[in-house]
Structure formats: C-alpha cells, structure tokens
C-alpha cells in the first residue's frame, strides 16, 4: 500500500492550494482519511488539519475552520485538502494519512502515511 500526496507548493498570504493524495497497491478497504503537518523548526510535533470518515464526517483543528475543506472520492481511493485564505504560520510538510485493510478477507485496519507535500505562505 502506498500513499501518494501532491499539490503543495509556495503561494502568497490569502492564496489558495488543493491537495490531493491517492492510495494504491492491496486495498480492500479504506476507514478514515486525514491531512496532518508538522511546521518547520526543531520541537514542532506533527499536527492533525483534518480528518474525514468513510462516510464523510468531517473534523478540523480550530485554526483551520472555516478555510479548510476536506473532501474523499472512494471510488478513487484519493483524499483532499482544499485550503483557502492561507496564512504564513499554515507552513509545513502536510501528510496524508489513511486507515486502510490491506488483506483479502480480514478485517484488519492499519495507519499508512503519505511521504509529505511541502506547502509555504509568503507574508
């Protein structure tokens, strides 16, 4: 299984980006999807952006609302992350994640990370 996370980039403050992050390889079954990010600097803990259910509830962290929007299409197997009014401190690597069953049969879920899309707000 394998997670592949795109759209990241430098934008100016209020700009807006899409991220998207498509899951392959064995997959029998996908639960909640998610963005996390971890901000440049030693110390920084890598932080949950927003999650989305299977069935499409949606979480945020309170510094994102209302310019955040997370969206899954299951057929593809791919998550996004539209993000608006972007400010210098939404800097950082973002990551995808995915609780995804990997083996035929089983109902066994697992945790699967992007490898990080570098997104940067100029001032």
């Known amino acids: 299984v394998q997670l592949q996370a795109s759209g990241g980039g430098l934008v100016q403050t209020g700009g807006s980006l899409r991220l998207s992050c498509v899951a392959s390889?064995?997959?029998?079954?996908?639960?909640?999807m998610g963005w996390y990010r971890q901000a440049p600097g030693s110390g920084k803990q890598r932080e949950s952006v927003?999650?989305?259910?299977?069935?499409?509830?949606?979480n945020y962290a309170d510094s994102v609302k209302g310019r955040f929007t997370i969206s899954r299409d299951n057929a593809k197997n791919t998550v996004y992350l539209q993000m608006n009014s972007l400010k210098p401190e939404d800097t950082a690597i973002y990551y995808c994640?995915?609780?995804?069953?990997?083996?035929?049969?089983?109902?066994?879920?697992?945790?699967?990370w992007g490898q990080g899309t570098q997104v940067t707000v100029s001032s």
């Open positions: 927003a999650t989305i259910t299977n069935g499409g509830i949606t």
């Open positions: 994640k995915a609780l995804i069953n990997p083996t035929r049969g089983a109902f066994l879920y697992y945790n699967y």
């Open positions: 390889g064995s997959i029998f079954g996908i639960n909640d």
